[in-house]
């Protein structure tokens, strides 16, 4: 016991800079109210993920399907009442929407939907966005001007519509010939949605990184490093990407939050995933001709864009205030003041 | 003693949209071995570049146009730095010629802390040796003294550098705990205070004096034999600016390294040089050793120079006219226009420099 407990001695004596750092970062957290409520907002999403199959067990057929992500149907409520949305009761707890899908069990599932597609794009557009910008950067000439056309020409053009016609034009199929043989890749709807986003959202992550590196580059550092014999490589690496990569992770992180909006209007819009799956754009669209329900009480059926309205607007904003909060705390430059 | 660098014809010009900048014009400079050679001249006249060039690096859109730049590197072999390509030169930067640069604060990386900066330039150049060090504290005949052999076979293998990014198992706390000893070492040697506090601090919160120290401590980490000094006091006060010069004069002789010293300073010069080369627009118009220039200045620019350095109950005296443009230089001696000497012929011909007494090198008609 007396020798673990030594050996643990040594292991935080030579960590020592780490955990104080570790340390720094925890405080700087709990300072800021704001990053802790992003921070709340986030965990509870993950735990809303992680804990769906218990939360909203799935319900096996006839009335749900073997994809746990399809949103089941209350086959229970009579025929002719079924188009309609039912308020909330003991059985379904946010009430159905038309075509009688449990709401619950749409927003529950929902929320591993959103984070694949959020994370996913981002992630995807910031590899592409983080090569691309770097090589523009650094090199410049003939490289930097072909490439930063070509995300003039992406931006130039609406996001939305561009992500809509891309969904719209993508087939449902690869078919890559490698000569000995053939590679599909099958595309379904959902990964349309997520391609097109990416295609759509890599151009600003290049421009930013790319301005980015633009000034990093002028720095005395990076000369002396290259003074110190370091590679190009080494150099973009080590010296001028740490330098430039923050302004890019917060963007990521807002954006995070912007992608899953625009998932959500195309699903609204009847592009997204497929009718009746779990995805919090779709449920609003599944009732979309109850969202105004008569004149007398406009708001009567308020259930069917209320609540998958809250879902995506809390996390939406917990990514922006985690954005907020990154910037506070990842950038050295900012952190120590 | 021999010539440690040799710079022969040196020309630089800079492509713009405006024109060609001729940045360096036939520039002729030798620095022997053991010396301290003085660069002086107005901002923009070229000083930083002779430095960076003799580095090999060329700011775009600069390019070296002709000329040669011999160097006798640590093995005493004598190469031709234009001529080489960028791996030998990345070899030769930082371990036989480093650079410390003018604004101490801008040469750090802000996001790595002191120890990660010079474990940088140890991990780059000296590894081997440090490798070695490593080995010969182990006295068990394990699997960790097989790694590090293996290491040392190889150290650049990308097996190593893959294995070394992987937490926990390839903490290699033996090799780690031998740099963080070197660095401290390198730090008091840099006559800092708490090198141990030192190396785990971020650039931004040394003071300007520190962390000029720890730039020349990185230039140092490799033991160059030519250290290339491009106004490094003058950012800093006064009472700072006389340690770190006589930190320098301590560690060049200790590191028995020649220094290129560039400044607009005479005082510096003065104080710390033991031959100096003076400056203007591009070309070098004068060459001698430091007591020399100051009682005897030959250059009619030289003797502008020395008398516009600031008196106490002397009016203050400055040189007539402008620094040249040098996309449009003047022809004939670049320094004519403001020369109150100039003759017809400095208008039409380029002077070539000459020895005019020993050791005293002039670019003048008067001559």
């Not at chain 1, 930097?144 to 931006?155: A, C, K, Q, Y």
């Not at chain 1, 097109?196 to 000369?223: C, H, M, N």
């Not at chain 1, 592009?271 to 009480?297: E, F, K, M, T, V």
């Not at chain 2, 040394?206 to 290339?228: D, H």
């Amino acid at each position: 016991m007396t020798d673990f407990k030594s050996k643990l001695a040594e292991f935080k004596a030579a960590r020592q800079p780490t955990i104080k750092e570790l340390k720094f970062t925890i405080t700087r957290i709990k300072k800021s109210p704001l990053s802790i409520m992003g921070l709340a907002i986030l965990v509870f999403y993950i735990a809303l993920a992680v804990l769906a199959p218990v939360l909203a067990p799935p319900v096996p057929p006839p009335m749900g399907k073997p994809d746990p992500f399809m949103v089941w149907k209350d086959l229970n409520i009579p025929a002719i009442n079924r188009t309609l949305p039912h308020p909330p009761n003991s059985i379904h707890p946010f009430g159905t929407t038309e075509e009688s899908y449990d709401l619950y069990y749409g927003c529950i599932w929902g929320t591993i939907t959103a984070f694949r597609v959020g994370l996913m794009v981002i992630v995807l557009s910031l590899i592409i966005g983080l090569v691309t910008g770097v090589i523009a950067g650094y090199y410049g000439g003939i490289v930097d001007e072909v490439l930063m056309r070509f995300t003039d020409m992406v931006i130039a053009v609406p996001g939305l519509v561009l992500c809509m016609a891309l969904v719209v034009a993508l087939p449902p199929q690869f078919v890559i010939n490698l000569g000995f043989t053939q590679l599909t890749i099958a595309l379904s709807k959902l990964d349309k949605v997520l391609l097109a986003l990416v295609l759509v959202g890599w151009p600003s992550y290049t421009r930013v990184i790319r301005g980015e590196i633009l000034k990093v580059r002028e720095e005395d550092y990076v000369e002396a490093a290259r003074a110190a014999g370091c590679s190009d490589f080494r150099v973009m690496i080590k010296h001028i990407l740490p330098n430039s990569i923050y302004p890019i992770l917060i963007m990521a992180s807002l954006d995070t939050g912007a992608i899953v909006l625009t998932a959500a209007a195309l699903s609204f819009l009847g592009l997204g995933a497929p009718s009746g799956y779990a995805d919090w754009g779709q449920l609003i669209s599944l009732s979309r001709n109850y969202i105004y329900a008569n004149i007398s009480s406009p708001a009567a059926n308020w259930w069917v864009w209320l609540i998958p309205g809250l879902f995506i607007f809390t996390f939406v904003l917990g990514w922006n205030l985690l954005g907020d909060a990154f910037r506070d705390i990842l950038d050295p430059t900012l952190r120590r003041r | 003693m021999g010539n440690l660098v040799e710079v022969q014809d040196l020309v630089l010009r800079f492509y713009t949209y405006e024109g060609v900048v001729k940045a360096l014009e036939g520039i002729n400079l030798q620095i022997k071995e053991e010396e301290t050679l003085g660069v002086v001249g107005e901002t923009g006249c070229g000083k930083t570049m002779t430095g960076l060039s003799i580095l090999g690096i060329t700011p775009p859109p600069g390019k070296i146009e002709g000329g040669k730049v011999f160097f006798k590197s640590k093995y005493g072999k004598t190469v031709n730095l234009l001529a080489q390509n960028e791996r030998v030169l990345r070899k030769i930067r930082g371990s036989d010629i480093s650079m410390i640069f003018q604004e101490p604060g801008a040469a750090l990386n802000p996001v790595y802390t002191v120890e990660n900066q010079i474990a940088e330039a140890l991990l780059h150049h000296r590894r081997r040796e440090l490798l070695e060090k490593v080995l010969a504290q182990i006295e068990k005949n394990g699997i960790e003294k097989k790694i590090y052999k293996k290491m040392l076979e190889n150290p650049k293998s990308l097996t190593i550098k893959v294995f070394r990014k992987i937490p926990i198992i390839g903490r290699q706390s033996r090799l780690k705990k031998e740099i963080r000893k070197e660095v401290v070492n390198i730090l008091r040697e840099m006559e800092i205070g708490d090198p141990e506090r030192v190396a785990d601090m971020y650039p931004h919160e040394l003071s300007g004096g520190m962390q000029q120290r720890v730039v020349i401590a990185m230039a140092l980490a490799c033991n160059p034999t030519l250290l290339i000094a491009d106004e490094p006091t003058t950012s800093l006060d006064m009472t700072v600016q006389a340690q770190i010069l006589d930190l320098i004069r301590r560690l060049k002789k200790t590191f028995r390294s020649s220094v290129l010293y560039i400044t607009h300073d005479m005082g510096v010069i003065a104080e710390l040089c033991d031959r100096v080369a003076v400056m203007y627009a591009g070309h070098i118009c004068e060459v001698a050793e430091v007591k020399e220039l100051f009682k005897n200045p030959a250059h009619p620019y030289t003797k502008a120079l020395l008398e516009s350095i600031p008196r106490p109950g002397e009016e203050f005296k400055s040189i007539s006219g402008m620094v040249p443009n040098l996309i449009n230089p003047p022809l004939g001696c670049r320094f004519h226009p403001r020369c109150p000497f100039a003759k017809p012929i400095c208008a039409e011909e380029m002077p070539k420099i000459k020895e005019v007494k020993p050791e005293q090198f002039v670019a003048c008609h008067l001559y």
